[in-house]
């Protein structure tokens, strides 16, 4: 029985790097979307299972995490998923505005409420928040990106305070830059390789110098 890692939220660019990632490290991973088998970027990468998922559906995503522990003890849980649609805060729907928190925000709690629980008995594991700028400051024209990620920064430190004492770890990744989306862009733009080498690096961290928050950006970005 091999250990697992779950990544919700998995797309083309970054999700698909963590699948990669965390496959590589020796876990079968969970790859989980709302349309998980149109994801192309997972054909080649070993170990992997696609579930779909909508984060937001309690039932799914602890349907989700129940299949995960069938397979292994859950070891890694990784919760990527988010949107937002800009626009001025006189113009956003507020249909929208609760879609895009409750996709960001109460799916990240979710996640990591049920990660939690299948963690807690065995007294280990690593949960994972991705982050954005917009954890950090709120700009013009992002309010349906800035509430759910100012939230979901929060929970993640909650949750770290709440579980670091009973060997989880908990973090939260500020993407601090645009993602690069293909192998001949610059590296003004931040590769989703090196992202989730990070993530690697930080569910590798020994107890006793655990890491909260974590910021990444390209060298070009200012801060």
Request: charged fraction near 20%; charge should be neutral.
């Amino acid at each position: 029985m091999s250990n697992t890692a779950v990544v919700v939220g998995v797309g083309p660019g970054l999700g698909a790097a963590l699948v990669d990632a965390f496959s590589q490290e020796g876990y079968t991973v969970l790859a989980a979307a709302r349309k998980a088998a149109k994801v192309g970027a997972l054909h080649d990468v070993p170990r992997v299972v696609r579930v779909d998922c909508d984060a937001t559906q309690p039932s799914q995503v602890d349907a989700l995490f129940e299949r995960a522990a069938s397979i292994g003890p859950v070891r890694v849980a990784i919760f990527n998923a988010g949107t937002y649609q800009r626009g001025t805060v006189v113009d956003t729907d507020p249909v929208e505005f609760e879609r895009c928190w409750r996709v960001g925000a109460f799916g990240g709690f979710l996640v990591g409420r049920a990660a939690a629980r299948h963690m807690l008995p065995a007294g280990q594991g690593t949960i994972l928040f991705t982050g954005a700028t917009a954890s950090l400051r709120g700009g013009a024209g992002f309010v349906n990106l800035a509430s759910p990620k100012f939230a979901l920064r929060a929970v993640a430190q909650s949750m770290a305070r709440e579980l670091g004492p009973q060997g989880i770890h908990v973090a939260h990744v500020v993407i601090d830059g645009q993602i690069r989306g293909s192998e001949g862009e610059a590296d003004a733009y931040l590769d989703p390789r090196n992202i989730a080498a990070a993530y690697v690096g930080l569910h590798r961290q020994h107890r006793n110098a655990w890491t909260q928050e974590l910021d990444l950006r390209p060298w070009s970005e200012k801060f």
